[in-house]
Nanobody, 124 residues
């Protein structure tokens, strides 16, 4: 059974930093795509960052590019999202996602496995 567990959320001031972690278990993730999505109140879940299956080059949403960094350990059993220069508009529940063969890397519907999410609140 594949399980994804996020941690690291909390309250942070604008301009600050936070690192989210996702622990993955129950699968062989080294050749899976791993991603981070976020959902703000009243909005749809949106793509933030991902690492393609079998690849090392990350992909980022324009809204976080240059501020967020996704990384993994070699086996992809840990996935991190380092968030710097946080803005109030980054406030959301952040979800870790995984899939062996996502059709579209940046689409939430392409991922079959999700964590429960961790809340990040950025105060102005």
């Amino acid at each position: 059974q594949v399980l994804l567990a996020e941690s690291g959320g909390g309250l942070v001031q604008a301009g600050g930093s936070r690192r989210l972690s996702c622990a993955a278990s129950g699968g062989h993730f080294s050749n899976w795509a791993m991603g981070w999505f976020r959902q703000a109140p009243g909005k749809e879940r949106e793509f933030a960052a991902a690492i393609q299956r079998g690849g090392s080059t990350p992909s980022y949403a324009d809204s976080v590019k240059g501020r967020f960094t996704i990384s993994t350990n070699g086996a992809k059993t840990m996935v991190y999202l380092q968030m710097n220069s946080l803005k109030p508009e980054d406030t959301a529940v952040y979800y870790c996602a995984a899939d062996p063969v996502p059709k579209i890397l940046r689409s939430a519907t392409s991922y079959g496995y999700w964590g429960q999410g961790t809340q990040v609140t950025v105060s102005s």
